[in-house]
């Protein structure tokens, strides 16, 4: 018997009644909102982010690597002071390329305390030095800023934080493991190598990276569409008295 599932409720990216239904089994891809293509993990952080800063279309906000659809599109509309960056590493970083700020996570062209908001959506497993994107993203937050994303946590490891691909002096890849893993990636058809691997004990790692406090949440929410693997969302608030 084939698999499907449809359930009806309301998209929180948006904010439209829809019926959420897929004949797959994996939710985090396929269970889309049919009317601005948000998928599951989108959904997840469109929910916190009206509940942590409801007054969010009046921040400065820094985007990494959005897909043209969901929530990143009604930033665009709705936000004046939005931002969205890519990475295209043969052109300078600092400026502008097809219409997107020219940014290395790593190293971030921003000034200190630039924004409000700092948000990417499964980004942080494709980054080389994660304590490095974690340091940077802290510096370029006002105090009292959050940084929400998310990545997929790997609720068998042990580790914190596996790499599995390191980028040689010379900008080769060595791989650690037999068989790369590619993701989707919105710039490049040939997908974004997964560089790591991370843990449920990621928590506690990245307060060591940069002195966030962090929270990972995790969802069952069939009313906004947000069920299945890898639901979490990681919200790292920048203390006030730092």
Avoid at 14 to 43: K, M
Avoid at 114 to 138: C, N, Q, R
Avoid at 185 to 208: F, R, W
Wanted: aromatic share 12%.
């Amino acid at each position: 018997m084939a698999f499907h599932y449809k359930h009806i409720g309301v998209c929180p990216c948006c904010e439209t009644p829809q019926t959420f239904s897929t004949d797959s089994e994996w939710f985090r891809d396929n269970l889309l909102c049919p009317n601005c293509g948000s998928v599951v993990r989108e959904r997840a952080l469109a929910l916190l982010l009206k509940e942590i800063l409801p007054n969010w279309k009046e921040l400065c906000i820094h985007e990494s690597s959005p897909s043209p659809r969901g929530l990143s599109e009604r930033m665009v509309q709705e936000a004046p002071h939005y931002v969205a960056s890519h990475y295209f590493p043969q052109e300078p970083f600092g400026t502008m390329v097809n219409g997107f700020h020219n940014q290395d996570l790593e190293n971030q062209t921003f000034g200190n305390e630039s924004f409000h908001l700092v948000i990417t959506l499964d980004v942080m497993e494709h980054v080389f030095h994660p304590g490095k994107v974690y340091a940077e993203i802290y510096r370029t937050l006002k105090k009292a800023g959050y940084y929400l994303h998310t990545f997929p946590i790997r609720k068998y490891l042990v580790d914190a934080h596996t790499p599995l691909a390191k980028r040689n002096y010379d900008g080769s890849i060595h791989h650690l493991t037999a068989t790369p893993e590619y993701h989707g990636n919105p710039i490049n058809e040939k997908g974004a190598l997964v560089t790591c691997d991370y843990g449920y004990d990621i928590s506690k790692q990245i307060a060591q990276w940069a002195p966030f406090d962090v929270r990972v949440i995790r969802f069952w929410d069939e009313t906004h569409g947000v069920i299945g693997e890898y639901t979490e969302v990681v919200v790292c608030r920048k203390p006030l008295t730092f």
